[in-house]
């Protein structure tokens, strides 16, 4: 079974139209993020939620609306793509432990969704 | 928050050690140091994480030094499976706080 899994794995979509990507794990985390990796690599976090609440919110346009409609899912819908939203985007979750110094907040990645804007 | 400096690059040769270096000088006491991987085209992968001992599973070995400055992320016998962007991590204290990804070492192994 996969712990992390998202959908679609490619998207190819026109410029100013509106997107879904969908993320859904079973490892009965109760916190789940969503991380953008630019075309230079680099791997940034968006978004997380914890128990259904929005816990982070990175400096990311407001055409981007993460949802979280229950703790195994985490979706985002992205509103008038632009070409600069080209890029993978992982999901990952975590189960909450009291923190990084507790040892036990390990991220598990999903495999990724690659969106082009054209 | 602990910040962490990796070489850009390394080579290694199949069936041999690979030794993956990070210096986390600023580290606090009961901050832990996680390693990923990120094989080409994948989701980031954990491999291990450690506080002050040692630590070995499955995958890798771990070796903190006795001041915590630094580690070593040991593959014991490389396989071409390995080659990937290997980060270090030393994750914010707050519970719930998302990894910041530096730009890790990438590990070439060939044969």
């Known amino acids: 079974d996969t712990a992390v899994s998202q959908t679609p794995k490619y998207l190819v979509t026109q410029m100013g139209n509106d997107k879904s990507i969908k993320c859904e794990q079973n490892?009965?985390?109760?916190?789940m993020y969503w991380y953008k990796q630019d075309s230079k690599k680099f791997l940034k976090i968006m978004f997380s939620?914890?128990?259904?609440?929005?816990?982070i919110n990175e400096t990311v346009p407001n055409r981007f609306s993460p949802k979280s409609p229950d703790k195994a899912h985490l979706n985002l819908h992205i509103n008038s793509l632009e070409l600069g939203d080209s890029a993978v985007y992982f999901c990952?979750?975590?189960?909450?432990?009291?923190?990084?110094?507790?040892?036990?907040?390990?991220?598990?990645f999903g495999p990724g969704t690659r969106l082009l804007v054209l | 928050d602990a910040k962490t400096t990796q070489p850009t690059s390394m080579d290694c040769a199949e069936g041999r050690a690979a030794n993956l270096p990070c210096n986390h000088s600023?580290?606090?006491?009961?901050?832990?140091v996680y390693w990923y991987r990120q094989i080409h085209s994948q989701g980031p992968q954990y491999i291990i994480h450690?506080?002050?001992n040692n630590e070995t599973n499955e995958m890798a070995s771990l070796i903190i030094t006795e001041d915590r400055k630094s580690s070593t992320l040991i593959l014991p016998h490389a396989t071409l499976r390995d080659t990937a962007v290997y980060y270090c991590?030393?994750?914010?204290?707050?519970?719930?706080?998302?990894?910041?990804f530096g730009k890790g070492t990438t590990l070439s192994v060939s044969s």
């Open positions: 990952a979750s975590s189960q909450i432990v009291g923190g990084a110094t507790s040892g036990k907040e390990t991220q598990y």
């Open positions: 490892l009965g985390h109760d916190t």
């Open positions: 939620y914890n128990n259904k609440e929005l816990i």
């Open positions: 600023t580290i606090s006491g009961n901050e832990y």
């Open positions: 450690g506080l002050k």
């Open positions: 991590i030393v994750p914010p204290i707050q519970a719930g706080t998302a990894l910041i």
